[in-house]
């Protein structure tokens, strides 16, 4: 007789278990992550080092930060996570300052470039100074688009006027493979 029969009372502790783990797998908080965060306020080109900043354990973010090595490529404010698009491994000549300028689209960071300002009239020549490729915009290959370079101490008037009013052009080598 089937109603005389014991109940499935293992069945039942095992249906238990499995939606108990379930819950706790989807509800427990996630483990976690160490995270790099900027100490003090930071400068645009200046060199990352470990006393800059601090490492803090936050739960996961979903996102990784960088390490402190390379340069920054804009300003940053103490208390910001240091991502990688912070953060260019280009090393920049001392004394070299950053500007923002027109990048060809294939130019990558750490490669050497040239400037070229274009004659605002009729007369005159180009002319041609020293620079380097030190973060690019995200744009699309070979298109045009913002970046930031840095020029001699000596160029840096003569290219941000170029670059504010367009007469700025930048040429990369061509990186080696």
Known sequence: ???LQRPPYLRWAAAIALVALALWSEFAPPPP???TFLAVDVAAGTPLTEDLV???QVPAPGFATAEPTGVAVIDLAAGEPLVASMVSETVIPDGWLLISAP???HAAPGLRASGVILPS??????ITFPALVV???AGEAFADDSGTLAVPPEWLGPAAAAAGSGRLVVGVESPTR
């Open 103 to 105: 990048m060809p689209g």
């Open 1 to 3: 007789m089937l109603w």
């Open 54 to 56: 601090e490492r803090r």
């Open 33 to 35: 992550a160490t995270l």
């Open 121 to 126: 009239g009729e007369d005159g020549a180009p």
């Open 135 to 137: 973060d690019v915009g």
